[in-house]
């Protein structure tokens, strides 16, 4: 069972995502982009939100700090956008994933997958926006000593030796399955999966000040 804490920062994550994507799309109102505007809330609106709270609860934990601190100010506190960051990405890898050239998904919990309700032209606008709005966020935070930090993690943990590279060993198994293992299965689902939870554990690390070697990250 999860904590009671659980659902209070799910809506907090949900509620933040949701007030950052209204002022994002505030600048162009132009109803050509209604559509397009729809499918991006569509891919980041179903997720259980694992990472980004498990990244805002420890954040909490190690900097003594309420969750009502990070919601007296105007700004968006920098461990929320962290969040959101985090939400960015993890949407992104996975419309990625549900694409037919990737997995072929057409539901993702019950639902019509991106590519499958808005169209794959509209698939590939989302995954490139979310994508690039994940660093976009992240170059938003104040300190500017851990955004740096972060900024190298997040190319490693989404880049060849990060998630594409798994996902690469899992298409090649997908037509090589004489070449699967129990064994390499299970590595490549939980190492697809790991780098981006090990890159939630790296945020709230750095923007929490807590001391840590982080040398092995």
């Not at 050239?101 to 979310?130: I, P, Q």
């Not at 976009?136 to 851990?146: A, F, H, M, S, T």
């Not at 880049?159 to 198994?173: A, S």
């Amino acid at each position: 069972m999860l904590p009671s804490w659980y659902s209070e920062y799910k809506q907090k994550i949900e509620d933040s995502i949701k007030k950052y994507l209204d002022n994002y799309f505030l600048e162009n109102k132009n109803e050509v982009l209604n559509s397009f505007k729809e499918s991006v809330y569509y891919s980041v609106k179903w997720w259980k939100r694992i990472r980004s709270i498990l990244a805002l609860e420890f954040y909490l934990l190690f900097s003594n700090k309420k969750i009502e601190d990070l919601f007296l100010e105007k700004d968006i506190h920098d461990i929320i956008k962290f969040c959101i960051a985090l939400e960015f990405l993890h949407s992104y890898s996975l419309v990625h994933d549900d694409l037919p050239a990737m997995d072929n998904d057409d539901y993702r919990r019950w639902e019509l997958t991106t590519w499958k309700k808005y169209g794959e032209a509209n698939w590939v606008l989302v995954w490139d926006l979310l994508n690039s709005l994940a660093f976009e966020i992240l170059g938003e935070l104040k300190n500017q000593i851990v955004w740096l930090e972060l900024i190298k993690k997040f190319w490693k943990s989404v880049g060849l030796y990060g998630m594409i590279w798994w996902q690469v060993l899992d298409l090649h198994f997908e037509k090589n399955n004489k070449d699967l293992t129990l064994e390499k299965l299970v590595e490549v689902h939980n190492k697809k999966t790991g780098a981006l939870i090990e890159f939630s554990v790296f945020g709230w690390i750095l923007l929490s000040g807590f001391k840590w070697s982080l040398e092995k990250y």
